[in-house]
């Protein structure tokens, strides 16, 4: 006979008006498979009435650490814990007496202070009745309770729930916003607070977890007014996060001073300019430090990290974040009229934003910084002549792939694969998780992932098992990454045989510093018939900014197989470091479209090329034009190339894709070789011209490069996705150490 649960349990479930008799039958079955012969105990009866969504999740937790008296708190039934500080807590809830869902919010406070903080609750909830603006959430009831099995009391604030996902959400998932997009939501969140003003009151807390975007396309300020209640002076709290002080006016700090409509706007400035440029203003990491910056610093032209912003747009957030208040409009309705009054159309705008979040992680639309990158390295190609067609087919389809647009949004059946094409199709493959607080995406071990776009304001870290690493599949998407600084290690990518976008990348990075460890970038059932139309495993390029900071990729114990080239670099990165990195099959190793840009270090060491394309494919955006200064430094490579592919008859090491070298080309490049293995038949570097396909070697008595050893080799095994068999068995090459050179197989990522 099944045992029925408590009677603590059961005066609990009716007092608060949990679940009924009927519920509780419908939930036998699931506990007597649960319990067999075992007791009935009473955590089983709520598992069972959480799994029949009859209690949430929280409200399971309360009830089995025996705190379902917490779950009633005034006129209210809480349903989830939102978050909560120190002093405060934060829950969804819903009112008993209208059975609508709510926003509660539970705050302690010094016994002294209950009342009269009550008493200015109570006047913000007066004006919240005569005050319907979309745009603002202000408190709509307001007690004191007392706090069960603690003893002490709490103040209640009550205001209505806004559906939809918060900006800090939307920012981490997406990256930085159109500029269309920020100039509507600072619209509506302008109108609002001018309507505050037009009460005597203030937000006093904007940030971009206190707004939020609701389906319709209405930005919400949640929280309006209750900085003027619990903390009317400013006061430096490290128990707050760093971001709290995003939009902290500088006269709050040195005055302490309370919020105020200029301090609004001035927060408001900061908050569009995180908008448009994907990070604060002060990216400080350490809250005191941002609070100093805020006080002593100038807030820098938007235009410096977003250099398509529009003029006007970047010289009001400079007027409203002007260190001196009495720089900055005079009233916040004055800013209004200047800003603009929100739209239909604009709401229309926002909505079709918001709504793109709830079908699948967003793409990045294209902007017109960032798409000028495609269309430059597309425009490479178009003035190459119609020969690449015969030339260089896969790296042209490349480039042109990332010019399509890349607006539309692809639903989960779109990324489905047939299950018999391969065993390791038997699982369906899940979205990405979105990243957590500090950038981090924790893969799950053996787990399988459909490539996304998704964007950081720092770093971004996107780590697997190091036993059992994660695959993300590319169907008819690359995981495109956004952020100053990617990381990714025990990563399988994936190119499954049915891709409807084979030209594309497997991985597109846009950063300043990119690293990758422990890593594989492989091309299911691959063929030399898909050689022609295979887009770089790896494609990057870095952010665009003013400021001089340094570009690095760093490729350590990484392999590439299949017939993709393997790195495409957009521009040259100040460092370029490869070590222990194999590539197997058709397509270049690294392909440069612009190799003149920059002064460039490339260091290769352990690298293991078989049956590959040449080792350096350039593509010069301006023929004869001077080389800036190369240090190229390799050690212990071994270089197999493949000698039977049709563009050339004899493999070369470096490929010239233009009609002229550069003036200088003898004396740029600093050579700095050690025990690089190549086969007798290959040339040092050739030029291709590709208007008429004409390949022309090039006299390398005129190169001082020395360390080249010209070899036969006899790799471990055939040529195959496995690193153990394209490490080295033996050779004929004198050599200055015992070092076997190329790759160490025992050190990089198998095929599972």
């Given at each position: ?6 009677s603590s ?16 039958r419908r939930?036998r079955?699931?506990?007597r498979?649960l319990t ?14 959480v799994q ?6 929280f ?6 650490n025996?705190?379902g008296?917490?779950?009633q708190?005034?006129p209210?039934l809480l349903?989830?814990r939102?978050?909560?500080t120190?002093t405060a807590?934060?829950f969804?809830?819903?009112r008993?007496d ?5 926003v509660l919010?539970?705050t302690?406070a010094?016994?002294?202070?209950l ?15 005569d ?8 408190p ?5 309770v ?9 103040l209640?604030?009550i205001?209505r729930?806004?559906?939809?996902p918060?900006?800090a959400e939307?920012l981490?998932?997406?990256g ?5 997009v920020?100039v509507e ?10 309507a505050?003003?037009?009460r005597?009151l ?7 977890t206190?707004?939020?975007?609701t389906?319709?396309?209405q930005?919400?300020?949640?929280d309006?007014g209750l900085?003027?209640?619990f903390?009317?002076e ?6 707050r996060s760093?971001?709290r002080?995003d939009?902290?006016?500088?006269e ?5 001073l309370?919020?105020?409509?200029s301090?609004d706007?001035?927060a408001?400035?900061?908050l ?6 994907g990070?604060?203003?002060?990216a400080?990491?350490d ?21 398509d912003?529009?003029?006007w747009?970047?010289d ?5 974040t ?8 005079r009233s916040?309705?004055?800013?209004a009229?200047?800003?603009g009054?929100p ?6 705008l926002l909505a079709?934003?918001?709504?793109a979040f709830?079908r699948?992680?967003?793409?990045k639309?294209p902007?017109?910084?960032?798409s000028?990158?495609?269309?430059t390295?597309?425009?490479?190609f178009v003035?190459?002549?119609?020969a ?12 042109l792939s990332?010019?399509r647009?890349?607006l539309?949004?692809?639903?989960r059946?779109?990324?489905r ?7 390791n199709l038997?699982?369906e493959p899940?979205p990405?998780?979105a990243p957590d ?5 924790a893969?799950a ?9 998704i ?7 996107i780590?697997?098992n ?5 695959e993300i599949?590319?169907a008819d998407?690359?995981?495109s990454?956004w952020?100053?600084?990617i990381q990714?290690?025990?990563v ?6 049915s891709?409807?976008?084979?030209s ?10 990119l690293e990758v460890?422990?890593s594989?970038?492989?091309?299911i059932?691959d063929?030399s ?9 790896l494609?990057?390029r870095?952010?665009?900014?003013r400021?001089?900071?340094?570009t690095h990729?760093?490729l ?7 017939t993709a080239?393997?790195v495409?670099l957009?521009?040259?990165p100040?460092?370029?470091?490869a070590?222990n ?9 690294v392909?440069?479209?612009?190799p003149g840009?920059?002064d460039?270090?490339c ?13 350096l494919?350039?593509w ?5 034009a001077?080389?800036?200064r190369v240090?190229l ?6 270089c ?5 592919m049709s563009?050339?008859?004899?493999p070369?090491?470096?490929a ?5 070298l ?9 050579w700095?070789?050690?025990g690089?293995?190549v086969?007798p ?9 590709p ?9 390398e008595?005129q190169l001082n ?8 080799f ?15 068995r033996?050779?004929?090459a004198?050599r200055?150490s015992a070092?076997?050179p190329?790759?160490?197989?025992d050190l990089l990522?198998r095929?599972?």
């Amino acid at each position: 006979m099944l045992e029925p649960p408590s009677s603590s349990l059961l005066k609990t479930l009716s007092a608060l008006n949990l679940c009924s008799p009927r519920d509780l039958r419908r939930c036998r079955a699931y506990v007597r498979r649960l319990t067999r012969d075992l007791p009935a105990f009473d955590s089983i009866w709520i598992d069972a009435l959480v799994q029949s969504r009859r209690l949430t999740a929280f409200q399971g937790q309360s009830l089995e650490n025996s705190q379902g008296e917490r779950l009633q708190v005034g006129p209210c039934l809480l349903l989830e814990r939102l978050g909560g500080t120190a002093t405060a807590e934060t829950f969804l809830a819903r009112r008993r007496d209208a059975e609508d869902v709510c926003v509660l919010k539970l705050t302690s406070a010094a016994p002294e202070q209950l009342r009269p903080q009550n008493e200015l609750l109570a006047k913000l909830v007066s004006a919240a009745a005569d005050l319907p603006h979309p745009a603002i959430v202000l408190p709509q009831a307001t007690q004191i309770v007392e706090w069960p099995s603690v003893g002490d009391w709490r103040l209640v604030t009550i205001s209505r729930h806004v559906r939809g996902p918060h900006l800090a959400e939307l920012l981490v998932r997406r990256g930085r916003f159109p500029t269309s997009v920020v100039v509507e939501i600072g619209r509506q969140l302008l109108d609002g607070l001018a309507a505050l003003e037009k009460r005597g009151l203030v937000h006093g807390d904007l940030s971009l977890t206190n707004v939020r975007i609701t389906p319709q396309g209405q930005s919400v300020l949640v929280d309006a007014g209750l900085v003027s209640v619990f903390r009317p002076e400013f006061s430096f709290h490290t128990i707050r996060s760093a971001d709290r002080y995003d939009g902290l006016a500088p006269e709050r700090i040195s005055a302490g001073l309370p919020p105020s409509s200029s301090s609004d706007l001035y927060a408001l400035g900061c908050l569009l300019w995180q908008l448009l440029a994907g990070r604060p203003p002060f990216a400080a990491g350490d809250p005191l430090a941002k609070v100093a910056a805020h006080q002593t610093q100038t807030i820098v032209d938007v235009r410096e990290w977003v250099p398509d912003a529009p003029d006007w747009l970047a010289d009001t957030l400079l007027c409203w974040t002007a260190t001196n208040p009495t720089a900055r409009p005079r009233s916040l309705r004055e800013a209004a009229n200047d800003f603009g009054r929100p739209t239909r159309g604009g709401r229309r705008l926002l909505a079709g934003f918001r709504g793109a979040f709830d079908r699948s992680t967003p793409r990045k639309p294209p902007t017109e910084s960032n798409s000028r990158w495609p269309l430059t390295v597309a425009a490479i190609f178009v003035m190459s002549g119609a020969a690449l067609s015969l030339l260089d087919q896969g790296a042209r389809n490349f480039v042109l792939s990332l010019t399509r647009p890349r607006l539309e949004i692809s639903t989960r059946e779109t990324h489905r694969q047939p299950a018999e094409e391969s065993p390791n199709l038997a699982r369906e493959p899940q979205p990405l998780p979105a990243p957590d607080a500090s950038g981090r995406i924790a893969l799950a071990p053996n787990g399988r992932y459909l490539a996304e776009d998704i964007a950081g304001s720092g770093s971004l870290q996107i780590v697997g098992n190091e036993s059992h690493p994660a695959e993300i599949v590319i169907a008819d998407r690359a995981l495109s990454l956004w952020a100053e600084r990617i990381q990714l290690s025990h990563v399988r990518f994936t190119r499954q045989p049915s891709a409807t976008n084979p030209s594309s990348s497997m991985l597109i990075a846009d950063c300043q510093q990119l690293e990758v460890h422990q890593s594989r970038f492989d091309q299911i059932g691959d063929d030399s018939t898909q050689t022609r139309r295979r887009g770089a495993a790896l494609a990057w390029r870095p952010q665009e900014s003013r400021s001089r900071r340094e570009t690095h990729v760093v490729l350590r114990n990484v392999v590439f197989t299949g017939t993709a080239p393997g790195v495409y670099l957009n521009s040259l990165p100040n460092r370029f470091t490869a070590e222990n990195v194999l590539k197997v099959g058709h397509g270049e190793f690294v392909q440069v479209s612009d190799p003149g840009a920059t002064d460039w270090i490339c260091e290769l060491r352990r690298v293991t090329l078989r049956g590959t394309g040449p080792l350096l494919r350039c593509w010069p955006t301006r023929e004869n034009a001077s080389l800036s200064r190369v240090k190229l430094s390799a050690t212990n490579c071994v270089c197999d190339l493949n000698r039977s592919m049709s563009e050339v008859t004899r493999p070369a090491l470096i490929a010239w894709m233009t009609g002229r070298l550069p003036s200088n080309w003898t004396s740029a490049v600093d050579w700095q070789l050690e025990g690089i293995l190549v086969p007798p038949d290959i040339d040092v570097i050739t030029r291709i011209d590709p208007s008429t396909s004409r390949r022309t070697p090039i006299d390398e008595s005129q190169l001082n490069i020395d360390g080249l050893v010209a070899a036969r080799f006899e790799f471990a095994g055939p040529e195959t996705p496995q690193p153990e068999d394209s490490a080295l068995r033996s050779s004929d090459a004198p050599r200055a150490s015992a070092a076997v050179p190329g790759i160490e197989a025992d050190l990089l990522p198998r095929v599972p």
